[in-house]
């Protein structure tokens, strides 16, 4: 691959290396598409997120990074307004930076889900901390006969609230434990290496869900999962593949029949999508391919699940969306507008959120009929501003992605190399082409030509884009998983301190090697058979295979 000029200066820069005549202090420097000499090349796949997408920092803020097109078509001032919307807390204030938090919220900040910009850290045993910075676990509550969501908490159940308010779960009744699985291998390699594999078991008693304690009786059983934030660098390059393309990989696999367990048939079946995502709320109910989430509830990045949790997890509105996020069947909303010590506080609670008195619902009739209006409006006051809004989707859509790292150690390439072989690169596809990268918008809130673009670029994301099952004990719910991006995950501990890869959808595998072995837990498994094949290398080319996933 022959680099341009723009990237490779960057990378030389980043790298420490002086170029003979290049000054990077010479304001007069031009900065030129012809290609240089193929001086220090290095192979495709180093470029991660190709010309326009890659990064070439490796220290502990490698996640943050703004790609170049950020640079070069003159974003750079507004992800830097994003990143600070995306880092800082929201406040309860009713005015100023960052106001409007609650009446329920998940989290104050984006980065406490997303330390360093990484996916979340793993939980430790005991009582569950939504406060601790790293905590990217959120609590998935759901019927384990329909495998759906409780219909009454929000699906990404808020654990704080602003008083008179009261949070719909109280997090401190909740525990996590983590217990140890053995395989049907006896977590022993042919040549006796061991390793040990461990998930969490959370438990939430009913007298945490507040709509409980004031005499709600659950409709339903319910069971609780947890379930990882994951890395939101590169997204904007994932976004700019196009819907064709997907399509066209789930064919791949209808065709060649690999996967043992299949298809998800709720999304795709003979050729053609069964469900596409949709927003019929702000849009007009086009339909797109899903990508994002490990549910795919989720279609173009421009209505994803960074934009919809700049909302939600904090409940301040925007313009397109003048309403809290609350659980779907107004069952919060109902006994809380009942709870006498709510009743007793909102009018204080209401005078700072109205004080010129413009909503006369929220003052008129009966307390309980004054705090349903409230929780329950259509038409709440703005609390972001589509500046603001524009400025973090521009950050979230600009976030570079880090060139691979180690790319000269003879086991990296020996890694990729058997990583092929074995099967692993068939859902962890290594690469794909953009498209045009036209922007695609559900929520009809964006243009297109506001945020950064990604056209014709070959990226190396390592995955297919598609859901499998691993058959896991505790597993996700429905079991359904999209391949994981592997680019930048191995920088993990680097930038999070954790102590351990924190890998997986609920970080439970310590190390990619656990991860490896929990792809081959059940023999029901869609990675079971490559899994076998990996434990019947030699040691030497297991570690090789880890070196590789750690360093892309």
Request: proline share 6%; hydrophobic share 35%.
């Amino acid at each position: 691959m022959k680099q341009k000029f723009r990237l490779f200066f960057l990378y030389a820069m980043a790298a420490g290396t002086v170029l003979p005549g290049v000054t990077a202090c010479d304001d007069n420097e031009k900065i030129t598409d012809e290609p240089l000499p193929e001086v220090n090349d290095k192979p495709e796949w180093y470029y991660a997120g190709g010309e326009l997408g890659t990064s070439f920092l490796t220290t502990a803020n490698a996640l943050e990074q703004p790609t170049p097109v950020v640079e070069s078509e003159g974003f750079y001032q507004q992800f830097k307004n994003g990143e600070s919307l995306f880092e800082k807390p929201f406040m309860n204030n009713t005015s100023g930076v960052r106001s409007g938090l609650g009446p329920v919220y998940i989290r104050t900040s984006c980065v406490h889900c997303h330390p360093a910009y990484s996916h979340g850290k793993r939980v430790e045993a005991g009582t569950y901390n939504s406060d601790e910075i790293g905590n990217g676990t959120l609590l998935v509550v759901y019927n384990p006969d329909t495998e759906a969501y409780v219909s009454w908490l929000a699906g990404m159940p808020q654990l704080h609230a602003v008083a008179p308010f009261k949070a719909p779960v109280d997090e401190k009744k909740i525990t996590v434990k983590w217990l140890e699985a053995t395989d049907g291998w006896n977590n022993t390699f042919p040549d006796g290496e061991t390793y040990s594999l461990i998930y969490p078991e959370v438990n939430m008693p009913e007298d945490a869900i507040y709509v409980v304690n004031q005499g709600f009786e659950l409709p339903e059983s319910y069971e609780v999962r947890l379930e990882s934030t994951i890395g939101i660098y590169g997204t904007g390059l994932l976004d700019a593949i196009d819907d064709s393309d997907l399509l066209a990989q789930y064919r791949l696999e209808e065709a060649d029949g690999y996967m043992p367990n299949g298809l998800n048939a709720a999304f795709y079946a003979n050729g053609q999508w069964v469900s596409q995502y949709a927003n019929t709320l702000q849009g007009d109910g086009t339909g797109y391919a899903r990508r994002f989430t490990y549910a795919l509830s989720r279609g173009p990045l421009q209505d994803a699940a960074g934009a919809n949790a700049f909302w939600n997890i904090t409940n301040a509105t925007r313009s397109d969306r003048r309403y809290h996020y609350l659980d779907g069947a107004g069952t919060w909303a109902r006994y809380s507008a009942k709870d006498p010590e709510v009743q007793a506080g909102f009018d204080e609670y209401i005078s700072k959120i109205d004080p010129d008195h413009e909503y006369a619902e929220w003052w008129e009739g009966d307390m309980e009929s004054r705090i349903l209006a409230y929780l329950n409006s259509k038409n709440l006051p703005v609390e972001v501003s589509d500046d603001e809004y524009t400025d973090l989707m521009v950050w979230h859509r600009g976030l570079a992605v880090p060139a691979v790292r180690d790319i000269d150690n003879p086991d990296v390439a020996r890694g990729k190399e058997k990583f092929e072989e074995i099967g692993c690169a068939y859902c962890h596809r290594p690469s794909w082409k953009t498209g045009e990268d036209r922007i695609k918008d559900p929520a009809k809130f964006f243009k297109g030509d506001e945020l950064p673009r990604y056209p014709n670029q070959t990226i190396w994301p390592y995955t297919d884009m598609v859901q499998h099952k691993l058959h896991m004990a505790n597993d996700i719910r429905t079991g359904w998983c999209r391949t994981t991006p592997l680019w930048g995950r191995g920088l993990h501990q680097r930038i999070t301190g954790s102590d351990g890869a924190d890998r997986l959808h609920d970080c439970r595998a310590r190390t990619a090697m656990e991860a490896i072995m929990w792809h081959g837990y059940s023999p029901n498994s869609d990675a079971y058979k490559t899994v076998e094949r990996f434990r019947n290398l030699p040691k030497a080319d297991r570690d090789a295979i880890v070196t590789f996933v750690d360093a892309i």
